[in-house]
C-alpha cells in the first residue's frame, strides 16, 4: 500500500523524535487521530514519564498521554533502531545557537544521522525543528540519499514548521494552520496527507525552502516588532511619557496596527534565538540583515535597562544595589509557563547579583534556579517580607499585584501588571 493511503486511513506507523514542547504535543495529537505512534528521545526520564502516562508539559494534559498510552497507541522509547519500523518521522530535537550566535545544527544531524541509518523505502520524514532556509535540501537529503534512495521516488522529505505557542489558551496543534513544503511536489503531497490527519488546516507551499522562510518570517517578525516597542518605551521614558498609555491608544486603530508590549527582554527557545538562524544564512550570500541585529541589539540590553531602573527606584530611598535585598516575581520566560530558557529574569539576576545585590525569587512554575552562581529556591509569595524592591519581571497569573506597592517598599513593574494603580512607588519600564 501506497504511504499516502496508509496515511489516509490511518495505518501509517508514527516516530517523533524529541519529545519536548513540541514533540509530545505533536505526538499525542497523531495518537489521538488514530495513528499508531512513537515517540524517540535521548532522555530516559521523558520516555519512562510517558510510557507511564503523564505529561511533563503543562500544555499537555496527563489525562490525554495517560488515554493514548492505555490505548495502545502511543509509547516512547530510546531504542533508535525502532526508526526502521516507522512509516512517517518527524524531527523536533532543539535548535539552539552556539555562544558565537551561530546555528547549532548537531540535535538536528545526530537525529538525521539515527534517520538514515534505519531509511527504507516509502518512508516520510519532516522536519519540524525551526532552522534555516536550505537545511533540508542541504543537511538531510544529501544525508538520505546517500543511501541510495531518491527522493520523491524512493522517500519522502519535508519541512514543516511547528508553531505551538506555549500556554496559549485559544490555538494548539490541532487548530494552528500547519505549513508544509515537500522537496518534490510529491513529498508535498505526502507530508499535506500526514498532517491532515490530525490538524484542521494544512497550508502548502511549494518547497523546503519556503516552509523555512516562513517560520524565520513569523519569528524576527515579533523580534523586530518587540525591539522597535522596546526602543519607543525608552524613547518614552526619556521624554517622560507613558509607553503603556501610547500603546493602548494606537491598538484602538482597527487597522494598520498591531500591538506589540515593552518588556524586559526575550526569551524562550524561538524568538531570541530563531532570527540569527536567517542573519548567519544570508551573510553567506553576502546578505546583511540589519533589522535583525538591530532588534538583537535593543532587545539584548533590556535586562541591563532594567536594572538601571531598580538603581533609580533605590536611589529614591537613599540606597545602592549593593546590599539591596531584591526579589524578583516570575523568573519564566512568559506568563503561565514553567520554560526559563534565555529567559530575561536570569540576565537580571546575574546583572544584579555581580552588582552585589542580596536576591530571592517567587515563581509558582520555577522551583529551584542556578544560573552561574545564583542558586536560589523559590520562596512563596506571602513568605516574602523585609526586601528593598520588588521586580514584577514575569507577569503570571496568581500573583497578587495589587497588594504589592502596599507591602514593599519598591516595585519596578516590567510587564504593566499594576496596570492603572498610581501607588508613587511604583516604577515602570
Ligand atoms: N518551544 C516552542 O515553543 C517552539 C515553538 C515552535 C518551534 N520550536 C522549535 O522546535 C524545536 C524543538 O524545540 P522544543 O522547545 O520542543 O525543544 P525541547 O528541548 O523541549 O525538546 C527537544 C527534545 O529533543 C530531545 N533530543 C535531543 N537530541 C535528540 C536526538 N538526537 N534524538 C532524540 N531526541 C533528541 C531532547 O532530549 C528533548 O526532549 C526547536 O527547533 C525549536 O526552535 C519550539
Known sequence: MHLKEKLENRQARIGVIGLGYVGLPLAVEFARAGFDVTGFDVDESKVSELNAGRSYILDVRSEDVANCVNAGKLRATTEMSKLGEMDAVDICVPTPLRKTKDPDMSYVVSAAEQI???????????????????????????????????????????????????????????????????????????????????????????STQVAEMVKLLENTFRAVNIGLVNEIALMSHRMNIDVWEVIDAAKTKPFGFMPFYPGPGLGGHCIPIDPFYLSWKAKQSGFECRFIELAGHVNGSMPEYVVERISEALNTKKKAINGARIHLFGIAYKKDVSDMRESPALDILQLLHRRGAELSYTDPYVPSLQEGEVCLQSIAEDAVDGIDCAVIATDHKGFNYAAMPGRFPLVVDTRNALKGNAATNIFRL
Open 116 to 206: 538514515a541509518r534505519y531509511l527504507h523505502p516509502g518512508m516520510l520524514i519532516v522536519l519540524e525543528s525551526t532552522t534555516y532556509p536550505g537545511t533540508t535540501a542541504e543537511v538531510l537529503q544529501p544525508m538520505f540519499e546517500a543511501r541510495g534512495l531518491t527522493v520523491g521516488k524512493d522517500f519522502y522529505l519535508a519541512f514543516s514548521p511547528e508553531r505551538v505557542d506555549p500556554a496559549n489558551e485559544k490555538f494548539n496543534t490541532r487548530n494552528t494552520p500547519k505549513v508544509v513544503g515537500g522537496t518534490t511536489p510529491v513529498c508535498s503531497d505526502v507530508a499535506a496527507a500526514l498532517y491532515s490527519a490530525a490538524v484542521d488546516t494544512v497550508v502548502p507551499v511549494s
